[in-house]
């Protein structure tokens, strides 16, 4: 996502030897990242994948599970909810869901 302007679709990166040059096609904010995934709250490098329910408002307040995508959980900041998904060996549901 861009810094500046918060674009998620139109951004272009080129790997250079440690990092990654990334370039928003919407307001032309250019960036460094690094590639290695890294906890945003203690900075660890140790994350583990869980899967996160993808959901869609169906009927009435139904909701259908549509895909799942993967969020990377901390191993120190996220230990419950890691020992919790592992567990149940379900999705986890998303922080908001659809409302309307």
């Known amino acids: 996502m861009c ?3 918060g674009e998620d679709d139109n951004l272009a ?3 250079t030897e440690q990092l990654i040059h990334i370039t928003c096609g919407a307001c032309g904010t250019e960036w460094d990242r690094d590639p290695e995934r890294r906890c945003p ?3 660890a490098g140790d994350l583990y994948a869980v899967p996160v329910a993808i959901v869609e408002k ?3 307040t139904q909701l259908s599970i549509l895909s799942t995508r993967p ?3 901390c191993w120190n900041c996220d ?3 890691i ?3 592992r567990q149940s060996g379900t999705a986890i549901m998303p922080d ?3 409302t309307d």
Do not use: V
């Open 83 to 85: 020992d919790e998904q």
């Open 58 to 60: 169906s009927r009435g």
């Open 71 to 73: 969020e990377y959980l």
């Open 13 to 15: 990166g080129a790997r």
């Open 79 to 81: 230990r419950d909810l």
């Open 96 to 98: 908001q869901l659809p």
């Open 41 to 43: 709250r203690c900075g």
């Open 3 to 5: 810094p500046n302007c």
